[in-house]
Structures are given as structure tokens and as C-alpha cells.
């Protein structure tokens, strides 16, 4: 099977910066996009950025020009650069592949997977 495996999370005062990664593991033929959402209390699950194959992003308006997502496709990693976080940053932060081709037993299918989390906690 795949796993994602996310790491880097932590407390941070206002301001800080960090860094987050994202690991895929497995029988993994091919990944396309990949990408980061975060989870704040009584919130609903909010996608943060996203990366495709042809290094294109996406950020969500309340992230750009703080956060920058990047990948390396020959280790299957994803990362998170986080700086000026603020305390609205707070949040457990989830690596998701959309469509991850997977190399099975019976041949090759896609679908999509989710890591299980890293905590994030910006203070004031």
C-alpha cells in the first residue's frame, strides 16, 4: 500500500517560520498533484496549497506570498515553507496526493490518499 507521512510541525511564536514535509511511501507508480490542507478547531478542512506534476501552484488567498510549496519527485516529497506565521496559521496540517497511481497486485489504480497530520500552533 501508501502511506504519507508528514513532518515538522511544532509551536512557533508570531512570526516564525516552518517547515513542513511530507513523505510517500509504498507501491507508487506515479503521483500527481500533491498538496496541504490544515484543520483549525470547529473548522472545516481548508486546502492551503497544492503542486502538479509541471511544478505549477496554487495557494489559498490567507497563505500566498507567506507559504511556498515544493516537491521533490525523485524522493516523493512535498514541502511546506511557512514564514510570518500568524496564530490564524494554528492548525493540524495534512498532506493529501490526489489520484496517486498505484502500482497493485492486479495492476495499476488510482486514488487518493491523506497523511495523518502534523500540529501546528502559532502563538501570540
Known amino acids: 500500500q501508501v502511506q504519507l507521512v508528514e513532518s515538522g510541525g511544532g509551536l512557533v511564536q508570531t512570526g516564525g517560520s516552518l517547515r513542513l514535509s511530507c513523505t510517500a511511501s509504498g507501491s507508487i507508480h506515479s503521483i500527481n498533484s500533491m498538496s496541504w490542507y490544515r484543520q483549525s478547531p470547529g473548522k472545516q478542512r481548508e486546502l492551503v496549497a497544492y503542486?502538479?506534476?509541471?511544478?505549477?501552484?496554487y495557494y489559498a488567498e490567507a497563505v500566498k506570498g507567506r507559504f511556498t510549496i515544493s516537491r521533490d519527485n525523485a524522493k516523493n516529497m512535498v514541502y511546506l515553507q511557512m514564514n510570518r506565521l500568524k496564530p490564524e496559521d494554528t492548525a493540524v496540517y495534512y498532506c493529501?496526493?490526489?489520484?496517486?497511481?498505484?502500482?497493485?497486485?492486479?495492476?495499476?489504480?488510482?486514488?487518493?490518499?491523506w497523511g495523518q497530520g502534523t500540529h501546528v500552533t502559532v502563538s501570540s
Open positions: 503542486i502538479i506534476g509541471t511544478g505549477s501552484t
Open positions: 493529501m496526493s490526489e489520484k496517486l497511481v498505484v502500482a497493485g497486485p492486479s495492476g495499476l489504480y488510482e486514488r487518493d490518499f
